[in-house]
């Protein structure tokens, strides 16, 4: 199978988050990816449960060395578990240590209990489209081949700001 561009986003709200960030990425790029490019660090309110901690967030672009997309997302769950974020017991979409979603996995569409790809709320999140226009602006929904820069008047009312330049 030909490598693949993915996009991926990286979210953390618990201990250190910037360097939860940092070591996802590290792990990532030793094992699994070639990363070209890493979004702006961006602070932003939590949407789903708001009375946690706010996040940081980055998208990252690159080449998986992974052959298809369930074995990108076992790598991302592996490494969220080394870096100590547990589901079980945990509220769903509160606050961890480390989430890592797969929102593009070259054109593919997948749609599966584990793993929809593209990520099914990805153009409903601010924290997602911003950092992601911001290092691919022309990337495009593989569904519907609409701009993902063309969602983001949509979620204009969510809470985020630029903390470090990529």
Do not use: C
Not at 115 to 134: A, D, G, Q
Request: glycine share 6%; hydrophobic share 40%.
């Amino acid at each position: 199978m030909p490598l693949q561009t993915v996009y991926l986003s990286l979210g953390s709200n618990l201990g250190d988050r910037r360097d939860n960030l940092t070591s996802a990425v590290a792990r990532l790029e030793r094992a699994y990816m070639t990363v070209w490019r890493t979004s702006s660090l961006y602070e932003t309110e939590p949407i789903d449960l708001t009375e946690q901690p706010w996040f940081l967030n980055i998208v990252l672009e690159g080449e998986v060395k992974v052959s298809s997309p369930f074995e990108l997302l076992d790598a991302t769950q592996a490494i969220e578990r080394d870096l100590g974020r547990t589901r079980e017991g945990s509220v769903h979409r509160g606050p961890r240590v480390i989430d890592i979603d797969i929102l593009l996995f070259g054109e593919s569409v997948v749609t599966d209990e584990r793993l929809t790809i593209p990520h099914p709320r990805m153009t409903v999140r601010r924290f997602v489209l911003e950092p992601l226009v911001e290092i691919a602006r022309d990337v495009r929904h593989p569904e519907t081949g609409v701009s993902f820069r063309d969602f983001l008047p949509a979620v204009s009312g969510q809470h985020i700001q630029r903390l470090v330049h990529g």
